[in-house]
């Protein structure tokens, strides 16, 4: 079930075989009755004058599953021994505090930074994966690993260590600043030659497409790619083969384009025939997130909708993603929790477009449900929400369209 080296750290993978002790716990911190409710019902929920209409693919992803799965058997696993993460197991505020008051100690909260480790400890690490030198780092201090890295990560992982492998830059469509694009940047610098870069979106890569095709002024290159590029980049030598690679949770289809625009810059610099030699790629987009910004896309085509309400972390990626697919379609408000539906009048949201790495802010909008008549809102949730948020945000908006 996991696996066991001599005099190296634990580092379980596969289970730490309290899954049925802790699944009483898991049950009663995330389900929710009325969200399978809906679900019964075919995504369709109605009271009164409000009908709301479910995504089909929405909330808790099976890497997150996992990972959540994971923290909780560490606590059951290890009594009376300290239980870390690296920093947020994923990118929910509910679920995080949750794994707080259920003894899990963050090594990224103001308290726990600089903390001494030693074999005595047991860490986590996240859904979306920690840098090859913090997984080194944590190893040689002797420390206990749960090792929670979603399998469709370490896909990805694997790919840009065989571009590494073969002499070809890792081009990495994602944020920068997000804990999974460092990881996977980091595992490129597994060989000598390892190169990497990261795009954040088009515009970035339609830069680059260019250095591709006629080459340009290398020192405002470096400069505009200072944060994103692997140390000693050289972008005459390190742009001549590329590899393609994804933070798992971007959208599909701007990440699909921007390796079309790869595809093209090469076929124009080298000519079709030696475009194998130049440029590599692969779909890393994850199975989930690809199938809840379908289901969304579907949903948002299905029927005229008044509005649309997406639930997630302000720094959940692939929420941020969905907001932004329904706000280019329909009035979209993009709630942490059932909080932020403040009252029928009033409603607190994160605004559509900044990244989810951007500092966190909220607006409020004012008159934001329709006072009388039928109301129908379509609601999402961002691949981290679990369901008892979804349900809350569903008993909220029959609240407040109640007579
Ligand atoms: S969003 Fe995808 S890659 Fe990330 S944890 Fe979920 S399944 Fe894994």
């Known amino acids: 079930m996991y696996r066991l080296a001599q005099s190296q750290p634990l580092i379980f993978r596969k289970g730490l075989d309290m899954k049925e002790a802790v699944a009483g716990d898991l049950a009663a911190a995330y389900h929710s009755r009325l969200v399978d409710e809906v679900r019964t019902a075919g995504y369709r929920h109605d009271k009164g004058r409000l009908t709301v209409h479910l995504a089909r693919e929405f909330g808790f992803c099976y890497g997150v599953d996992r990972a959540v799965d994971y923290a909780y058997q560490a606590v059951a696993r290890f009594p009376g021994r300290n239980v870390f993460l690296t920093g947020e197991i994923i990118h929910n505020p509910h679920v995080n505090d949750r794994l707080r008051s259920n003894g899990i100690r963050f090594l990224s909260d103001p308290e726990e930074r600089g903390r001494d480790l030693g074999p005595d400890d047991v860490v986590i690490l996240p859904a979306f994966g920690v840098t090859v030198a913090e997984m080194k780092r944590l190893s040689d201090l002797g420390c206990t690993l749960v090792d929670t890295t979603c399998g469709s990560v370490l896909t990805v992982w694997k790919n840009v260590v065989r571009y590494a492998q073969d002499g070809y830059t890792a081009v990495i469509h994602g944020k920068v600043k997000h804990e999974e694009t460092r990881a996977t940047a980091s595992q490129a610098l597994k060989y000598p030659n390892g190169r990497y870069l990261v795009v954040l979106d088009r515009e970035e890569a339609a830069i680059v497409c260019d250095y591709i095709r006629r080459g340009g002024n290398r020192a405002a290159f470096l400069s505009r790619f200072a944060n994103a590029t692997s140390p000693g980049f050289d972008p005459d030598l390190d742009l001549q083969r590329i590899g393609c690679a994804n933070q798992t949770t971007m959208l599909m289809s701007e990440s699909l384009e921007i390796e079309r625009m790869f595809r093209e810059a090469f076929g124009d610099r080298y000519g ?32 005229p909708v008044d509005l649309m309400i997406v639930v997630g972390g302000y720094n959940s990626s692939n929420t941020c993603n969905l907001a932004r697919i329904c706000a280019s379609r329909v009035r979209t408000f993009h709630i942490a929790d059932p909080n932020c539906l403040v009252s029928a009048d009033r409603v607190r949201h994160r605004p559509v477009g900044p990244p989810s790495t951007a500092p966190p802010s909220e607006v409020v909008t004012e008159n934001w449900l329709p006072t009388e008549g039928r109301v129908t809102v379509r609601l999402t949730a961002g691949a981290s929400t679990p369901n008892n948020i979804v349900g809350q945000v569903i008993e909220t908006l029959e609240r407040f369209t109640g007579v």
């Open 272 to 303: 079709e025939a030696a475009l194998a030699q130049h440029f590599r790629a692969f779909d890393t987009i994850c199975s989930a997130t690809q199938e809840r910004q379908d289901a969304v896309i579907s949903l948002l085509d299905s029927q």
